[in-house]
Nanobody, 126 residues
Framework: EVQLVESGGGLVQAGGSLRLSCAAS????????IGWFRQAPGKEREGVSC????????YYADSVMGRFTISSDNAKNTVYLQMNSLEPEDTAVYYC???????????????????WGQGTQVTVSS
């Protein structure tokens, strides 16, 4: 059974930092890209960042470039999202997802992604 478990969300002031974790199990970790997506109230889910071992690439949305860093510990089957210089606009539920699309393609194929975590709330106060 595929499982993706996010952790690390919370409440932080603007300018602060959080590190999200996505622990994966039930599939061959190296064969999948892991993406972070977020959904704010009243908005559509959007791609934030992605890492693909098979492609050897990482992806960042323009809105988080330079502030967020994605990394992977393949020995632990865990992907991290280090979020610095957080802004109130970053407030959302953050989800990790596993897929076999390219990182860039996954941003447009959100509804086709089958493996999702339960989400973790990130709230940034001004």
């Amino acid at each position: 059974e595929v499982q993706l478990v996010e952790s690390g969300g919370g409440l932080v002031q603007a300018g602060g930092s959080l590190r999200l974790s996505c622990a994966a199990s039930g599939f061959t970790f190296d064969d999948y890209a892991i993406g972070w997506f977020r959904q704010a109230p009243g908005k559509e889910r959007e791609g934030v960042s992605c890492i693909s071992s098979s492609e050897g690439v990482t992806y960042y949305a323009d809105s988080v470039m330079g502030r967020f860093t994605i990394s992977s510990d393949n020995a632990k089957n865990t992907v991290y999202l280090q979020m610095n210089s957080l802004e109130p606009e970053d407030t959302a539920v953050y989800y990790c997802a596993a897929h076999t699309y390219s990182c860039i393609a996954s941003v447009s194929l959100i509804t086709d992604i089958g493996y999702w975590g339960q989400g973790t709330q990130v709230t940034v106060s001004s």
